[in-house]
T-cell receptor
Framework: KNQVEQSPQSLIILEGKNCTLQCNYTVSPFSNLRWYKQDTGRGPVSLTIMTFSENTKSNGRYTATLDADTKQSSLHITASQLSDSASYIC????????????FGSGTRLSIRP | DAGVTQSPTHLIKTRGQQVTLRCSPISGHKSVSWYQQVLGQGPQFIFQYYEKEERGRGNFPDRFSARQFPNYSSELNVNALLLGDSALYLCASAWTGSTDTQYFGPGTRLTVL
């Protein structure tokens, strides 16, 4: 069973619109939760990192939230740009086995002009 | 400063062959992790090395092995290649343990025919 599940699997929105990507996890306890952006054929690039005690973290137009009670995180992208087209991956580091970080399958986001 | 570098960029092998992938971390980083990313899925953790010692191992068969050198660069070896080993192999470096942000290389695309 996937310990980190993301939704939707894919999403298409118009340039300039906002969107929210979801991440549900069962990993508990955990050290931190991160969101990465991965362009096609490239390595992932870190967007945000939150410890279990943090509720929100922003990086420019990207804002990540974390609800440890419901074990949910979201990534909100405002005023989307064509360059935001990529896969967005949620990653959780288990507290008990910090080296074995767990990746979600990602949400493929496409921005249309 | 150069980011994480990986070589080769692309590689084509046939079943049963052996392959060695290489990774150079960001200068000063002592931790290197390897991931396998099959098309359309999130990366799967293979190994983490820190200060030349194996810190973690994912659920991969013994055909997969790795090592880290005194200069903190790393190699991933895969023996007896199978068709299912075709994937993007990502290397990530960090200052120390997995609670640090990992910086990913561009990956090596391995195709097994």
């Amino acid at each position: 069973k996937n310990q980190v599940e993301q939704s939707p699997q894919s999403l298409i929105i118009l340039e300039g619109k906002n969107c929210t990507l979801q991440c549900n996890y069962t990993v508990s306890p955990f050290s931190n939760l991160r969101w990465y952006k991965q362009d096609t054929g490239r390595g992932p690039v870190s967007l945000t990192i939150m410890t279990f005690s943090e509720n929100t973290k922003s990086n420019g137009r990207y804002t990540a939230t974390l609800d440890a009670d419901t074990k949910q995180s979201s990534l909100h992208i405002t005023a989307s740009q064509l360059s935001d087209s990529a896969s967005y991956i949620c990653v959780v580091s288990p507290y008990s086995s910090a080296s074995k970080i767990i990746f979600g399958s990602g949400t493929r986001l496409s921005i249309r002009p | 400063d150069a980011g994480v570098t990986q070589s080769p960029t692309h590689l084509i092998k046939t079943r049963g062959q052996q392959v060695t992938l290489r990774c150079s971390p960001i200068s000063g980083h002592k931790s290197v992790s390897w991931y396998q990313q099959v098309l359309g899925q999130g990366p799967q953790f293979i190994f983490q090395y820190y200060e030349k010692e194996e810190r973690g191992r994912g659920n991969f068969p013994d055909r997969f092995s790795a090592r880290q050198f005194p200069n903190y660069s790393s190699e991933l070896n895969v023996n007896a290649l199978l068709l299912g080993d075709s994937a993007l192999y990502l290397c990530a470096s960090a200052w120390t343990g997995s609670t640090d942000t990992q910086y990913f290389g561009p990956g090596t695309r391995l195709t097994v025919l």
